[in-house]
């Protein structure tokens, strides 16, 4: 008699509940840095091997990893990769919950594998990809330039949030750091001697300000000054400010970049001083969701009774958030739905009160429930060779840049 999927999933799920909170609790109680989450990619890893995966540790990144399980039939059918982020913020720790991405993502894992010991005749690949540091050093970009994603053919991941929405309009964005240098000077004896480097900080702060009157709506420049000098009576000979770039694609992004390193240069230029800019890990491009798997994510999340705020609301603006899974889908089919573990009127992510609830137990209903979306969505396109064709044909009709110039575009 065959398997019932569905049963087969939510069994699963509901039988290792109580171990994927404790990976949770774990990961929530470990708030580790980007690449530098070693406890974390250690238990994950171990966890993952004890459950018959075939692990591969320090995965092309000192903290990433790779668990791959091959179905029952062999290998030659579709590879697809579950993403599992795990990395924390400064201190606020788990403020975004990816302590619930790991565990979803083991979850649906766990689920997946067993659906295939299940079924003798299902052939492909399963992985859970470990990508560290998503929160600030695009660690999945440097991921793919290093071959993570050879023969991957789909990847997804679900991510929470206070409400439930299906494909949000992720945004591009870019880290920027400027550093201007001036000439030291005693302020109250001689401050004519002195170049200040603090008024060239300042300067392009304003520069900036008044810059967002031509900027879209929906571009963002924000910053803060991390170095003005350390003494009033000295004229600063260093400063440093730190600015985050975001716009709705990675195209206008570039140009919005092209604008701000323009008030930079006319600052120094103003001040007498130099400019050094330095662009901080990699660019983060806009998310592309793969329409026929967030369908079908769509289908399954719906029959365990979520219903999408995107679904109800038209016209839906660009989030303002980034990540670094858009340059996941840029590459191959991916999809990065969103899991509401609270209310629209509770907590928002990056705060304290969001990473209290993403350690609560009640966050745990709607991360189990996001597990077993995720690894039927999964199991869809490990057995439906038209719906992986569907799947790929959407992704070679976007036309995206070759690989090559796509790097170029980035850099």
Same mark, same amino acid.
Request: contains cysteine.
């Given at each position: ?249 990675? %195209?206008?992004?570039? =140009? #919005? +970049? /092209?604008?701000?390193? @323009? ?5 120094? *230029? ?115 060779? %038209?719906?992986?064709? =569907? #799947? +790929? /044909?959407?992704?070679? @009709? ?5 690989? *090559? ?7």
């Amino acid at each position: 008699m065959a398997v019932d999927l569905k049963d087969l999933v939510n069994e699963v799920v509901e039988a290792n509940s109580e171990d994927l909170y404790e990976l949770s609790r774990f990961v929530w109680g470990h708030p580790e840095l980007a690449l530098k989450e070693v406890q974390c990619h250690d238990w994950l890893t171990d966890f993952l091997e004890r459950r018959g995966f075939e692990v591969t540790r320090n995965y092309l990144l000192d903290t990433a990893f790779k668990a791959e399980f091959h179905a029952p039939g062999g290998a030659e059918g579709p590879c697809i990769a579950l993403l599992c982020e795990f990395d924390a913020l400064p201190d606020i720790g788990h403020a975004c919950g990816h302590n619930l991405i790991a565990e979803a993502s083991v979850g649906a894992a766990l689920a997946v594998q067993e659906a295939m010991k299940s079924n003798s005749d299902m052939r492909g690949k399963l992985v859970v990809l470990g990508t560290p540091a998503e929160e600030s050093r695009c660690g999945k970009e440097q991921l793919i330039r290093m071959g993570a994603l050879n023969g991957i053919d789909a990847t997804l991941m679900a991510h929470p949030s206070p409400v439930d929405i299906l494909a949000a309009a992720f945004v591009a964005l870019h880290q920027i750091v400027v550093r201007f240098k001036g000439k030291a000077a005693h302020a109250g004896g001689s401050p004519w001697e002195g170049i200040n480097a603090l008024d060239a900080a300042v300067a392009s702060y304003v520069n900036i300000g008044l810059l967002r009157q031509q900027l879209r709506p929906t571009a963002r420049v924000h910053g803060v000054i991390t170095d003005g000098g350390k003494y009033p009576n000295v004229i600063p000979e260093a400063s440093e400010a730190i600015y985050f770039v975001r716009a709705p694609s990675t %195209e206008e992004l570039a =140009e #919005v +970049k /092209r604008k701000v390193k @323009a008030c930079f240069h006319a600052a120094a *230029e103003a001040t007498g001083c130099t400019v050094e800019i330095e662009e901080q890990s990699l660019p983060y491009m806009h998310m592309i969701h793969n329409d026929a798997m967030a369908r079908t994510y769509r289908k399954h999340a719906n029959a365990l009774g979520v219903t999408f705020v995107d679904d109800v609301v038209e016209n839906m603006p660009p989030s303002g958030a980034g990540t670094d899974c858009g340059n996941v889908s840029h590459r191959v089919p991916t999809i990065h739905p969103v899991f509401g573990i609270g209310s629209a009127r509770g907590p928002a992510n990056h705060t304290r009160g969001f990473a209290d609830v993403a350690n609560a137990a009640d966050s745990q209903p709607p991360t189990l429930r996001a597990a077993k979306v995720l690894a039927l969505t999964a199991l869809d396109l490990l057995t439906d060779s %038209e719906l992986m064709g =569907e #799947v +790929k /044909r959407e992704f070679a @009709a976007l036309q995206l840049p070759p690989e *090559e110039e796509m790097r170029a575009m980035l850099s």
